[in-house]
């Protein structure tokens, strides 16, 4: 994956975590016009949906979502 598609996924899991957005409007907030495409390349890059990541860490306090997110990466 490309060093901008990182770091774009990275800001759009920030968004979905923060739960203000929906998805699509998370989604083109970071750069990506066309959903599908969005959808699939946030799969590809987290393992999950955008709908399920939010799901799982959306709106969880700031201490938590470190917590997954260290759990999650150092599985991988």
């Known amino acids: 994956m490309s ?3 990182a770091l774009r996924i990275t800001m ?3 968004l979905l975590e923060d739960g203000r957005q929906t ?3 998370g ?3 970071v750069g990506y016009e066309d959903r599908t495409f969005f959808r699939g390349l946030f799969k590809r890059h987290t393992g999950v949906c955008p709908t399920a990541y939010r799901t799982r860490f959306g709106n969880l306090p700031i201490a938590s ?3 997954d997110r260290h759990s999650r990466e150092a599985g991988s």
């Open 3 to 5: 060093y901008i598609h």
């Open 12 to 14: 759009a899991r920030h």
């Open 23 to 25: 998805i699509q409007t």
């Open 27 to 29: 989604g083109q907030a």
């Open 65 to 67: 979502r470190a917590a």
